[in-house]
């Protein structure tokens, strides 16, 4: 599916170490979650107000199946991922990217959450990722699973706004710039927030 053809504006909103992992090397988040109140409000549940679907990889919806609650009530979530087995009616897996992308648009989708790093890679290496939000931890992890991934060209970016948050935080959305989408088709108008 070309961006041409896209009908729903693709957004991620992730934690992230000084040094760009979003997890430690066997996953943990601990460095994050420890230090999340601290932060303060960094607008993930004004943000989560306007997404009706979530498009996430196994690893990150294996971990979210570890918080002991379902947070993505009322949301669609669809799952990107060659090896997950599952009966969970809360989900839909995807084998490929072709087949996600048709379901998303099949299904209306409107406003799409990429979470987790595989995923935010995929989207934004085949230019599908619309806005990029990071709150960044004031924490080194020195090795761990990297947010950003090989890219076929360079991605321009535009930065939307940056703040300060508590604790150390600091937190910037940037626009991806249409001429580094494939084919650099505009991407639906962005929803207000």
């Avoid at 960044?136 to 300060?164: E, Q, R």
Wanted: hydrophobic share 40%; with cysteine.
């Amino acid at each position: 599916m070309s961006t041409a053809t896209r009908t729903f504006r693709t957004a991620v909103t992730i934690g992230v170490s000084l040094d760009g992992f979003i997890a430690r090397p066997d996953g943990d988040i601990e460095w994050l979650t420890s230090r999340g109140e601290e932060a303060g409000d960094s607008g993930f549940e004004e943000f989560m107000a306007g997404i009706d679907t979530l498009a996430m990889g196994r690893k990150t919806y294996e971990k979210v199946l570890t918080f002991g609650f379902w947070p993505y009530e009322g949301k669609r979530v669809a799952v990107l991922s060659t090896t997950l087995t599952t009966d969970d009616p809360r989900i839909t897996v995807h084998r490929t990217l072709d087949d996600l992308l048709a379901t998303l648009t099949a299904q209306g989708a409107k406003n799409v959450y990429v979470d987790g790093g595989l995923v935010v890679q995929t989207f934004l290496r085949e230019g599908l990722l619309d806005e990029l939000t990071l709150t960044t931890a004031p924490v080194l992890l020195g090795s761990g699973i990297p947010l950003f991934g090989p890219l076929h060209a360079d991605v321009d970016l535009t930065l939307d706004s940056a703040k300060a948050l508590g604790g150390g935080f600091t937190q910037a959305t940037y626009r991806v710039d249409r001429a580094c989408r494939a084919g650099g088709a505009a991407a639906p108008a962005r929803p207000p927030r």
